[in-house]
């Protein structure tokens, strides 16, 4: 048997008696494989003990990171927020002046700042083992939805709606899909409630409803 | 063997599961033969659970399992494969095709539920108060094991799965090529585990001789 997945055109994936290569486990885990290369690392893991386990390992490792870093980075917002303004202001300063000066003496590419983008709230269809908890976003602020297209039909456009939980229409858009995905910003959040993401083909046909959390952090 | 260092642990020389030859087995199975049976449950029995609980969690697990195999049997008896070199694809769309199921029957009956009490619209497990504590421990577990690895291991494992950055967008960021990128990830996802592990260790506490106990982490 042999298996051979390509990527950009590199064969990368392993052949007769090998296993999968890491960054196609990481890929998979992350919902990145698809077509072909997905349908034949799935029939590798149907029958394959070692990647199962490798899997599992690899889906724990993200979801701890992910819970992990969630808490970690918003608290060191907070902190740096509770600051006295005088103290905000100086630090402020003092750090525009030396990023100025970085900046005229070396490469701007290089120093592009380790910032947090907007919330990213990821919604899958169903994933039992490592999301016990519904997608939550935070209460009136913007966000970024992501919704897991995989396993749909594909098509070039998708209408989004959000209703909440007395089915009154919160939100709708229409967005093209990037790598199996489909992304929407919501620049003025959403207030506390429950809601469902409704995905819906070209011709209105309802595909997915995925269920969305919206509370304080 | 690879040239950057990486692939090797992972795409190592550890043999597959030796296969059946597929063809054979599905002939037995076509004969009705138990041991034919048999065979198709050992060889995807695990992969099969693992799949179908990674998708849809645990619940009904020992039914689903249990309806696909039924399902792959009759329909081999049927001679609905074609082709018995395929079995593992034909498993896979099986499985495949429960998974979608199980999720449109969630869709519907939460529609159904929705429509019949309009206070309910979901559960949300967050609120039951084990769950809940269960999971606040491992995100404390998960926050004070990323406090303790070096911050660019932190920084690579953040851009990486939290904010999901290709590992061009990662490399140009923080001055890393492709390999020392593809090193220090590995290197982090191994420290970060090993964290992880001493810290569950740590937890546990002698209980009788044979016997290790559970007890809640402090602070």
């Known amino acids: 048997m042999v298996f051979v997945l390509l990527k950009e055109g590199t064969a990368l994936q392993f052949a007769d008696d090998r296993h999968a290569a890491d960054e196609v486990m990481e890929r998979y885990s992350m919902d990145r494989l698809a077509g072909q290369e997905l349908a034949e690392f799935e029939e590798h893991l149907l029958v394959c003990e070692p990647c199962q386990d490798r899997l599992a390992r690899e889906d724990s490792i993200r979801c701890r990171v992910r819970d992990g870093a969630a808490i970690l980075l918003p608290r060191r917002a907070e902190v740096l927020w509770q600051w006295p303004k005088w103290q905000r202001l100086v630090w402020a300063l003092g750090l525009v002046a030396a990023g100025v000066l970085i900046f005229a003496g070396s490469q701007w590419q290089s120093l592009r700042p380790f910032a947090a983008p907007r919330a990213v709230i990821l919604l899958r269809a169903t994933r039992g083992t490592e999301n016990p908890t519904l997608a939550a976003a935070p209460t009136d602020r913007a966000f970024i939805l992501m919704l897991d297209l995989s396993g749909l039909q594909p098509f070039s456009e998708y209408g989004i709606e959000i209703v909440d939980s007395a089915g009154k229409s919160a939100f709708q858009s229409k967005a093209r899909p990037q790598n199996d995905r489909l992304q929407t910003i919501l620049t003025r959040g959403l207030p506390a409630g429950t809601y469902f993401v409704r995905l819906y083909s070209p011709a209105l046909e309802l595909l997915r409803e995925y269920p969305l959390i919206v509370r304080g952090v | ?219």
């Open chain 2, 1 to 219: 063997m690879t040239a950057n260092g990486i692939a090797e642990d992972a795409a190592d020389d550890r043999p597959v599961h030796a296969q059946p030859g597929w063809a054979e087995l599905v002939e037995k199975i076509r004969r009705n033969e138990p041991d034919g049976l048999e065979e198709l449950y050992r060889v995807f029995s695990r992969g099969v659970r693992f799949y179908l609980c990674r998708q849809l969690g645990p619940q009904d697990l020992d039914d689903r399992v249990h309806d696909t195999f039924l399902i792959v049997a009759q329909a081999i008896q049927r001679g609905e494969l074609r082709e018995p070199d395929r079995l593992m694809g034909y498993v896979r769309t099986i499985v495949r095709r429960q998974v979608a199921a199980q999720i449109e029957d969630n869709v519907l009956s939460r529609r159904q539920q929705f429509d019949l009490d309009w206070g309910l619209a979901v559960k949300d497990t967050g609120s039951d108060p084990e769950q809940a504590a269960i999971r606040r421990e491992n995100q404390q577990l998960a926050v004070r094991v990323l406090k303790n690895i070096a911050p660019r291991d932190r920084e690579i494992l953040i851009r990486f799965y939290l904010w999901e950055q290709p590992a061009g967008q990662i490399c140009t960021e923080m001055g890393l090529t492709d390999t020392q990128f593809r090193l220090l990830k590995s290197r982090a996802k191994a420290r970060f585990g090993e964290l992880g592990r001493r810290k569950v260790t740590k937890r546990l506490v002698p209980f009788g001789e044979n016997n290790w106990r559970e007890i809640p982490l402090k602070g």
